[in-house]
């Protein structure tokens, strides 16, 4: 295995487990959300699984540290009891947050004395008072019921005096005397209680114990990071949120992050025109959502440009040996067999960081000395999404039904992977297949004139669940299938939407047969059937890496196009095609050679080879006029031209 594949299999799958040096090294700005989230409000983030949450946080609490700020994180999963979270139905909903709350302000507490303690500008003496009270406010008991007090009152006396005397007729004399007194009092108090113990925090004591502890902080100022927020029972939720509000929201020289997961959170409530909990609108300034930023159908640019930044920097905080280029093209070029498989592998992750190490470690580990293919890429990422992903939904029978459905609705008869639902309807089973990460969000609020009134949710099935029909003549033809023709890139706003929408209500009166109980039931029939297209071969391009010249942009000649033209010509002869016209060689071009950004139009390529003379007149470039349009070929001898310009012919064979 090379060194390069090596690192990748070394890359952390969780960000909590690695040192805050690899985070901060590993860490790739997201558009300006690091900005945001570093502002002193109280604010929710929001992410799917692996999108990056925690890492985030963690991130942001390195960084505070480095100014000398106090930063208490709090894993939400480490808090409460089993009498806390999972007690029987008796105990009243406020009880059990109540209890939730005090585990958590133990958590702060404890936190605080470890954070004065290791700072020298905080005088622990000074805090200690503070720290105490804050404590015993915490975990405050009360009984709920009656005390009664018995007192009982004793009290004795004893006094005894004895005198005798005796005569003889011996000269004797004997008077004997004797006096005993005693006194007792018994006095005994007892305390009968009848009712229940119960925690009583009572939060403005509480609130004003924590202000006083912040004045003395460095700057003035706290910072508490919740994390996995989700992990909280949701019916205890709104309760813990409103005790968080009044405690902690009315501090103003203390910000709070909560990171959760949308559709598993519950901040808060309304019953009886009464609200319990936060008003994310008014008491959170700014909720942050991961998932809108990397999925690849919505931006590819942006969605390749950090996931090339994401395993690129994992890769330089590994790497202790320097096997990886500094330059972050050059290390994708190590790692790829083309261009565009490193884009497979973006749209393969459908947004999701910790999707995309699980894909690319699992590439490298098959693929031994060899840069990572399309074939690589998408067995890895077919494996992933079967013994990982799609188990997470095998506890929801009904998720799997929908899914059978959603599969065969738009793969199976539409041959897409793309689907329209309202947005006003709310449907859990696809909250569920979303927050699982088997369809992925592309675009909210999508109208069509046809559909006046009405909008919807614009949703993808997951990479891995159609892998096994790429290449194949039943693979899907594009996103979605709207008047008479595959739409690729999503759009806002439509003039007609009919065949792309899925309406949940048929599936639920449609009805199922129960043969599919586990993903692992979910067959395509062209997976069995489907007759394999064959896919271009994997060719080497590493011969172009020694020319130490970047090809989008050198010329020859005063001109581009003679380079663009000649690599072209190569690339194809060696996938096996001996002639070419401009489109064919436009296209394994920039398949292969051209930047991300800096992909090539055939159609400048075409009126070049048509139209300068530089370019037809070079000695390498044989052009065969025909009926239908030139074709373009390498002459006999073009390796001396090669050798001419470039001088590393022999790297070619």
């Given at each position: 295995m090379n060194s390069i594949n090596e690192l990748l299999l070394q890359i952390s799958k969780r960000a909590e487990r690695k040192s805050s040096d690899y985070l901060v090294k590993s860490f790739v700005h997201l558009g300006h959300v690091f900005t945001i989230l570093k502002t002193e409000e109280n604010q929710i983030i929001y992410g799917r699984r692996g999108t990056g949450k925690t890492h985030l946080l963690l991130f942001l609490k390195n960084s505070l540290e480095e100014k000398n700020e106090i930063v208490i994180q709090a894993d939400m999963r480490c808090l409460g009891s089993t009498g806390g979270i999972y007690a029987d139905t008796n105990i009243?909903?406020?009880?059990?947050?109540?209890?939730?709350?005090?585990?958590?302000?133990?958590?702060?507490?404890?936190?605080?004395?470890?954070?004065?303690?290791?700072?020298?500008?905080?005088?622990?003496?000074?805090?200690?008072?503070?720290?105490?009270?804050?404590?015993?406010?915490?975990?405050?008991?009360s009984i709920d019921g009656t005390v009664a007090i018995e007192r009982s009152n004793g009290e004795s006396s004893e006094n005894n005096q004895q005198l005798s005397g005796s005569i003889s007729s011996v000269p004797l004399f004997n008077v004997k005397g004797s006096k005993q007194e005693k006194n007792s009092q018994i006095v005994s108090n007892k305390n009968t209680t009848s009712g229940k113990e119960k925690l009583k925090l009572h939060f403005g004591a509480i609130s004003k114990s924590i202000k006083n502890i912040i004045q003395l902080l460095p700057s003035n100022k706290l910072w508490i990071l919740l994390d996995e927020w989700s992990e909280v029972p949701q019916d205890l939720q709104p309760f813990l949120a409103e005790s968080i509000k009044k405690i902690l929201f009315s501090i103003p020289t203390l910000t709070i992050k909560i990171a959760s997961i949308e559709h598993r959170s519950r901040f808060r409530m309304v019953n009886d025109n009464e609200s319990i909990g936060l008003e994310l609108s008014a008491d959170a300034s700014t909720s942050i959502n991961l998932d809108e930023f990397m999925v690849f159908d919505t931006d590819k640019t942006k969605s390749i440009e950090f996931f090339k930044e994401l395993i690129h920097k994992h890769c330089l905080a590994l790497d202790e040996s320097n096997y990886c280029p500094v330059e972050s093209n050059k290390f994708i070029k190590q790692i790829f067999t083309s261009n565009s498989v490193f884009e497979e592998f973006v749209r393969a992750s459908e947004g999701i960081p910790r999707d995309a190490i699980h894909i690319i470690s699992e590439a490298a580990m098959h693929s031994g000395r060899n840069?990572?293919?399309?074939?690589?890429?998408?067995?890895?990422?077919?494996?992933?999404?079967?013994?990982?992903?799609?188990?997470?939904?095998?506890?929801?029978?009904?998720?799997?039904?929908?899914?059978?459905?959603?599969?065969?609705?738009?793969?199976?008869?539409?041959?897409?992977?793309?689907?329209?639902?309202?947005?006003?309807?709310?449907?859990?089973?696809?909250?569920?297949?979303?927050?699982?990460?088997?369809?992925?969000?592309?675009?909210?609020?999508?109208?069509?004139?046809?559909?006046?009134?009405?909008?919807?949710?614009?949703?993808?099935?997951?990479?891995?669940?159609?892998?096994?029909?790429?290449?194949?003549?039943?693979?899907?033809?594009?996103?979605?299938?709207?008047?008479?023709?595959?739409?690729?890139?999503?759009?806002?706003?439509?003039?007609?939407?009919?065949?792309?929408?899925?309406?949940?209500?048929?599936?639920?009166?449609?009805?199922?047969?129960?043969?599919?109980?586990?993903?692992?039931?979910?067959?395509?029939?062209?997976?069995?059937?489907?007759?394999?297209?064959?896919?271009?071969?994997?060719?080497?391009?590493s011969f172009l890496d020694n020319i130490g010249v970047d090809f989008n942009k050198l010329k020859v000649k005063e001109t581009v196009y003679i380079p663009i033209i000649f690599v072209g010509l190569i690339l194809r002869l060696k996938l096996g095609h001996t002639q070419s016209s401009g489109s064919e060689i436009t296209h394994v071009f920039n398949h292969y050679v051209a930047g991300i950004d800096s992909h090539k139009k055939s159609n400048n390529i075409s009126r070049a080879l048509r139209d300068n003379e530089i370019v037809k007149s070079e000695s390498w470039l044989k052009i065969h006029e025909l009926k239908n349009g030139n074709r373009f070929s390498l002459s006999t001898g073009w390796e001396k031209c090669w050798d001419e310009y470039f001088n590393t012919y022999r790297l070619i064979e």
């Open positions: 009243p909903l406020s009880e059990r947050a109540t209890r939730l709350l005090s585990d958590l302000l133990c958590e702060i507490h404890t936190s605080l004395i470890e954070q004065i303690s290791g700072n020298d500008i905080c005088d622990l003496s000074l805090a200690a008072p503070y720290l105490d009270n804050l404590l015993d406010l915490s975990t405050n008991i840069r990572l293919s399309i074939f690589s890429i998408r067995t890895a990422a077919r494996k992933w999404y079967t013994t990982n992903k799609s188990k997470d939904i095998n506890s929801c029978e009904e998720a799997i039904h929908l899914l059978d459905w959603i599969i065969n609705k738009v793969i199976a008869e539409k041959s897409t992977r793309g689907f329209l639902v309202r947005a006003d309807v709310k449907e859990d089973l696809i909250e569920f297949l979303y927050d699982s990460r088997i369809i992925h969000l592309v675009k909210q609020g999508v109208t069509a004139k046809n559909q006046k009134g009405k909008r919807f949710n614009l949703y993808v099935l997951d990479y891995g669940c159609y892998a096994d029909l790429l290449s194949t003549k039943d693979e899907p033809k594009g996103m979605i299938y709207e008047e008479g023709e595959y739409i690729e890139i999503p759009l806002i706003d439509y003039r007609s939407l009919n065949s792309s929408i899925l309406d949940i209500n048929e599936y639920k009166k449609t009805g199922h047969l129960p043969l599919v109980q586990s993903t692992d039931d979910i067959y395509l029939q062209t997976k069995h059937n489907g007759i394999r297209k064959k896919p271009d071969n994997e060719i080497d391009i």
